[in-house]
């Protein structure tokens, strides 16, 4: 993602790159308010400076930077038309340098429509001438920036680092601190290219040192929003490279200079363009820190600032709708994902048409103009310019189709790339039902395993109650053996131990009772009880709850039964009860 921002950003300097001489103050001021996107103010010096002057030199440079006017605003139309019209008076004046300054504007323009093959010729044809002349170190700049540009976008190695290199070289020359600004911006690309690729540390140093010489020169350009403007991708620059070049993502220090370029762009004027870019960076950071709520917030501010914006690039808005559609992924909002998936793709559509009625009209402008110049030369050579009608027609035809042939291939790839994404979408929302089921049924599973494991200890405790009650029997039964053996009372032993078997027997129906005593049983008691209850207490209403008469409770506590109902008198005192309630039907209605 990080990678398609820098390319889209240097596409939006490319947009602003115009062929100017050294001296001519007139052209920098262009330049200048062009790439400030202060339209109004470039196009009344090209009117009332440059085409009202009576050098003919002047007014080819007017008409060839009215066509970048037109181009920045999206009036293809007239950009041709000022094209024709800068090449007219070239032709009239024979020239070499407005020749090759006319084919600038011209490569500009086949950039423009992704005429690859007519660009490198006019670009080169261009760099060619003006390399032989002195003071015009601004043009080169703007031409090896243009030739540097097209190769990163085309993804081409052959003479990427001489342009970028011979462009920084041309700006120093010239003086102009906007262009040595974003040519230092442009080495400090690379360099930081050549260390993703190499790993050496000599690249990132000159990285580092190429990005903080284009902020020192930002810092001297006097325009307040241009130098702005330069202040705004300098940070941006910053928080991306620190991302490429940082082996543990820095999360921090990224998003400090994306806020610092924030806090800039935002104040700005005319800075919207970037300002949606930065918004796309902080919503990108916030996603690869899993924060997706956030980013998903920077990124419909990015949204919001561009699609009603016609000065933000297509791919631009492009991006902001696909981060959309993958971060309401993330938050697992299946629905909203589908829905700026369906946008993307509805923008790809109608950016597409668009994009080819704007070529097929610049194209048809130019070949009717190029058929009139044919004609003119027809009147002048008779027999050539048949031969060259034919040709014409024939390229024009093969152009037209080729076109055709490329837009139907382009637009059938990108409905198959995004059915595919649908589909995969489809899939994942699928399998995050699928998971959902199985998490609902391992949670069913572990709250039955836990009711077991509750229903066991309650068995525990039941069993733990009744074994102590048999071990306090037994101990009962040997401790009044022992006084016995110890007074040397007559003792009939079979006798006692009959008893005790009588008594066990008694004791096991018993012990089978308490096993249903509930394990919560003395605790509540004590709860009712206005009276702190002693163990004793506590005994005699564990054999009250389970319905022992008064004899059989004397039996299993070795006294008298005089004994248990005074027992029971002082219990059902210091439980509260009123004199005519019944100390075991209120016992017993505790756990009812």
């Known amino acids: 993602m990080k990678r398609k921002i820098w390319i889209l950003f240097l596409v939006l300097l490319t947009q602003y790159t115009k062929a100017q001489s050294d001296f001519n103050k007139d052209q920098q001021l262009v330049y200048t308010y062009l790439y400030s996107k202060d339209y109004e103010n470039a196009k009344s010096i090209i009117d009332n400076n440059l085409l009202k002057s ?15 006017y037109y181009r920045s605003i999206k009036k293809e139309v007239e950009s041709i038309e000022a094209l024709e019209k800068a090449k007219a008076l ?11 300054f006319v084919e600038y504007g011209y490569a500009q323009y086949y950039d423009k429509i992704n005429q690859q093959e007519l660009f490198l010729k006019s670009i080169n044809k261009s760099i060619n001438e003006m390399s032989k002349h002195k003071n015009e170190n601004f043009i080169l700049t703007q031409m090896y920036f243009l030739r540097f540009s097209n190769k990163l976008r085309k993804s081409l190695e052959s003479g990427f680092r001489s342009d970028v290199i011979n462009a920084n070289k041309h700006a120093l020359l010239g003086k102009n601190n906007l262009q040595i600004n974003f040519t230092f911006n442009n080495l400090g690309y690379y360099y930081q290219k050549q260390f993703e690729d190499t790993n050496n540390k000599k690249f990132l140093d000159s990285s ?38 940082s082996k543990e993502y820095p999360h921090e220090e990224s998003l400090k200079y994306s806020m610092q370029a924030l806090n800039i762009g935002k104040n700005s004027p005319n800075c919207s ?25 920077y990124f419909l501010k990015a949204e919001k600032l561009a699609m009603n914006d016609n000065k933000i690039f297509p791919a631009h808005k492009i991006i902001i709708l696909n981060n959309l559609s993958i971060t309401y992924e993330h938050l697992d909002q299946l629905d909203k994902a589908l829905e700026y998936e369906r946008k993307v793709k509805e923008f790809i559509q109608q950016n597409d048409q668009e994009q080819f009625d704007n070529n097929t009209k610049s194209l048809e402008i130019f070949y009717n103009t190029e058929q009139k110049n044919q004609q003119i030369k027809q009147l002048e050579e008779k027999n050539q310019i048949y031969s060259k009608q034919k040709f014409l027609y024939i390229g024009i035809t093969l152009l037209a189709i080729a076109g055709l042939i490329f837009l139907m291939y382009m637009l059938y790839y990108k409905l198959k790339s995004n059915k595919q994404k649908t589909d995969l979408l489809e899939a994942k929302r699928y399998e995050a039902e699928l998971n959902l089921e199985l998490e609902k049924e391992e949670k069913a599973r572990i709250k039955a395993e836990q009711e077991l494991l509750a229903l066991q200890q309650e068995q525990l405790n039941k069993q733990a109650l009744a074994t102590s009650l048999q071990l306090k029997q037994k101990n009962s039964f040997l401790n009044d053996l022992k006084e016995k053996v110890k007074d040397k009372e007559a003792i009939n032993l079979d006798r006692i131990l009959k008893d005790e078997r009588l008594m066990d027997d008694d004791f096991n129906e ?20 206005k009276s702190k209850l002693t163990n004793q207490d506590m005994k005699y209403a564990a054999y009250l709850y389970l319905n022992m008469d008064n004899v059989q409770i004397a039996n299993v506590m070795k006294v008298e039964t005089k004994t248990v109902r005074m027992a029971k008198y002082r219990l059902k005192q210091k439980i509260g009860l009123e004199k005519e309630a019944d100390l075991q039907t209120f016992i017993q209605s505790l756990f009812s």
């Open 54 to 68: 009576d050098d003919i030199h002047n007014k080819i440079i007017g008409y060839v930077l009215l066509a970048d």
């Open 90 to 100: 070239a032709r009239k004046n024979k020239n070499k340098v407005d020749i090759a």
């Open 208 to 245: 580092v040192t190429s990005y903080n010489n284009a902020y020192k020169y930002a810092l001297l350009i006097k325009e307040e929003s241009v130098r702005n403007r330069c202040l705004v991708v300098h940070y941006l620059n910053k928080s991306s490279s620190i991302i490429k070049t």
């Open 273 to 297: 363009d970037i300002v949606a870019l930065i918004y796309i960076n902080i919503g990108d950071s916030y996603f690869k820190r899993e924060e997706f709520e956030t980013a998903k917030n």
């Open 510 to 529: 018993i012990q089978n009772i308490i096993k249903e005593v509930h394990p919560n049983f003395f605790n509540k008691l004590s709860e009712v009880s």
